[in-house]
């Protein structure tokens, strides 16, 4: 990794529970700290802030946070850090609640202002609302803003949409969206839902019981057939595609990807507008020749790098180079059988269908 944010080695020792995790991460985007209930990913996220004791090292953009008996305390620590529950000043309105963490900055060390964080989370038309009359979504959009207001150089998000009904977590995922293209901090962000991972993740850390199971660039561990990911029946690739073409006859948009385009339902997003799209390993099928006649829009060339058994024992997993990217195929074993297919071979991925993120 050329440009390192964290690079830790982490130990907590609970009564019934040991975080033993190492692990470096990237010093923009966001970094998604993903795993089952109960993995260690909160606790990973409070040792890097240093809410909570933890062994070993830890360094941030080469600065030393902890070092054997060496400690920054938190708040000396340049972060942000937002919880799952947003715990604002109820008596003040939410301008007072944005002011508050902004005041103690200094102007030097400033590098987001008010009238910038209220834009970027939308907060104009509530900054003279009481904290105590606000949704939770909009609970958790000051929250945000008032994190970003100190001007922290390393955001740090727990599971901030978990205790939010699915309108609310619909309304705030776009802000997230947001501080991604607009905010040059990078941002460690906890959850475990595979909706988030694939609309915010840039960077991906696998936990398990404790440990980093796997850490790497979103789309190389969903189409990493060694890792639970792959296994799932929604096993996806998350390529990224800058949108070229508008067809409002026939009511489709055109995508450049790796390797070249593609074909979706028509998105209202501008031209040029870069964007994520979703290819489930399901509805990618695999032909030796390019498709001739074929009601199938989308073919691209790609190069098989493996074929991995599957969980269905009639099917297989193949990862496809596509050039800089990946995706998934899950075909049958008699079709690969028949294809002859082996690492190596060129062959048409055909997709039956794609979806833009959002
Ligand atoms: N303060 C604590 N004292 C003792 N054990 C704790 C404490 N906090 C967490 N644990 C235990 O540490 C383990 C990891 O918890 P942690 O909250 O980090 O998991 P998580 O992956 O964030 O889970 P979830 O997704 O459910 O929030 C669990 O077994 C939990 O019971």
Redesign the pocket.
């Given at each position: 990794m050329s440009d390192v944010g964290i690079d830790a080695h982490l130990q907590v020792q609970?009564?019934?529970?040991r975080?033993d995790a190492r692990l470096q991460l990237p010093s923009t985007g966001i970094s998604v700290l993903f795993?089952?209930?109960?993995?260690?990913?909160?606790?990973?996220?409070?040792a890097i802030a240093g809410l909570?004791r933890a062994q070993g090292q830890l360094s941030f953009c080469g600065e030393r946070w902890l070092d054997g008996t060496y400690c920054l305390p938190t708040h000396r620590r340049p972060l942000g850090y937002v919880f799952q529950e947003a715990s604002l000043f109820d008596h003040l309105d939410v301008r007072d609640n944005l002011t508050f963490g902004y005041r103690r900055v200094t102007r030097a060390e400033r590098h987001i202002d008010l009238d910038e964080a209220t834009a970027l989370l939308g907060l104009e038309p509530l900054l003279a609302r009481r904290a105590n009359q606000l949704s939770g979504g909009q609970r958790q959009r000051v929250a945000i803003a008032r994190a970003l207001l100190t001007s922290p150089r390393l955001l740090l998000m727990?599971?901030p949409l978990?205790s939010l009904d699915l309108d609310s977590k619909a309304e705030i995922l776009p802000y997230l969206e947001r501080l991604h293209t607009e905010l040059s901090i990078p941002v460690v962000y906890?959850t475990?839902s595979p909706d988030e991972v694939t609309r915010l993740a840039d960077h991906l850390v696998l936990?398990d019981a404790?440990q980093v199971r796997a850490c790497g660039s979103l789309n190389e561990l969903l189409t990493d057939p060694g890792l639970p990911l792959a296994q799932l029946d929604e096993a996806a690739a998350v390529i990224t595609a800058t949108l070229a073409e508008h067809d409002a006859h026939y009511h489709l948009s055109t995508l450049n990807v790796p390797g070249g385009t593609l074909t979706v339902a028509l998105s209202g997003l501008p031209l040029g507008t870069r964007t994520r799209l979703r290819i489930l390993a399901r509805d990618v099928s695999l032909a030796l020749a390019p498709p001739h006649r074929s009601s199938i829009l989308n073919s691209l060339p790609a190069r098989i790098q493996d074929l991995t058994p599957d969980r269905d024992p009639g099917r297989l997993l193949v990862r496809l180079d596509l050039g800089s990217t990946s995706i998934l195929a899950r075909i049958t074993r008699r079709s690969a059988d028949q294809l002859e297919l082996r690492p190596g071979l060129d062959v048409y991925a055909q997709i039956k269908s794609a979806a833009l993120v959002r």
């Open positions: 609970r009564d019934d529970f975080l795993g089952r209930s109960g993995c260690g990913k909160t606790t990973l996220l409070r909570d727990d599971e978990a906890v475990h936990l404790g």
